[in-house]
T-cell receptor, first 114, second 111 residues
Framework: EAGVVQSPRYKIIEKKQPVAFWCNPI?????LYWYRQNLGQGPELLIR????????DSQLPKDRFSAERLKGVDSTLKIQPAELGDSAVYLC????????????FGPGTRLLVL | DAKTTQPPSMDCAEGRAANLPCNHS???????VYWYRQIHSQGPQYIIH???NNETNEMASLIITEDRKSSTLILPHATLRDTAVYYC????????????FGTGTRLQVTL
């Protein structure tokens, strides 16, 4: 079984530039999560999708962050414009309805904003 | 969700059991104890979870005290590949419950 796929793995941009991250969850997983992990900290949830609906986006900085999950499968997280403080690892995870207690994480995208 | 307290770091010799403690004194009756780990440059990986009974799977054992205020994750025969940050998380029930990660315990397994 293929795991959660994320791309790119690394991204370096200058501040004020836009950036986008892509996630392909495990096949059949209805729930998709985006997390942000700052250096030395644990991951923090940004947004959770149930199929194509964002059911918890309370921690997403909506002034510059946006996300979408078209057709309830792949998802994209965008930052526009990026700030220096956005440098972090952005992790995508998915879980199934049957075994919701287990979230499967991708390898993450490491973003560096200069 | 209840907060957890873990030691920032621990060492363990390869082949020995690694016992990782976690305090969660404010846990409520319907909250589970979860353990995840994160190997360097990878995403977190689910290990095990439990409510009040001890649990064991192919990766580890979870021992929860009778009052549920603390727990211990046991890796019975640690290997170098078990070097990682281990997160103890208290989580409610249902799909809406969140995984709230702390800073975890950095386990270093040495030769």
């Amino acid at each position: 079984e293929a795991g959660v796929v994320q791309s790119p793995r690394y991204k370096i941009i200058e501040k004020k530039q836009p950036v986008a991250f892509w996630c392909n969850p495990i096949s059949g997983h209805n729930t998709l999560y985006w997390y942000r992990q700052n250096l030395g900290q644990g991951p923090e949830l940004l947004i959770r999708y149930e199929n194509e609906e964002a059911v918890d986006d309370s921690q997403l900085p909506k002034d510059r962050f946006s996300a979408e999950r078209l057709k309830g499968v792949d998802s994209t997280l965008k930052i526009q414009p990026a700030e220096l403080g956005d440098s972090a690892v952005y992790l995508c995870a998915s879980s199934s309805t049957v075994r919701f207690e287990t979230q499967y994480f991708g390898p993450g995208t490491r973003l560096l904003v200069l | 969700d209840a907060k957890t307290t873990q030691p920032p770091s621990m060492d363990c010799a390869e082949g020995r059991a690694a016992n990782l403690p976690c305090n969660h004194s404010t846990i409520s009756g319907n909250e589970y104890v979860y353990w995840y780990r994160q190997i360097h440059s990878q995403g977190p990986q689910y290990i095990i979870h439990g409510l009040k009974n001890n649990e064991t799977n192919e990766m580890a054992s979870l021992i929860i005290t009778e009052d549920r205020k603390s727990s211990t994750l046991i890796l019975p025969h640690a290997t170098l590949r078990d070097t990682a940050v281990y997160y103890c998380i208290v989580r409610g029930t249902g799909t809406a419950s969140k995984l709230t990660f702390g800073t975890g315990t950095r386990l270093q397994v040495t030769l």
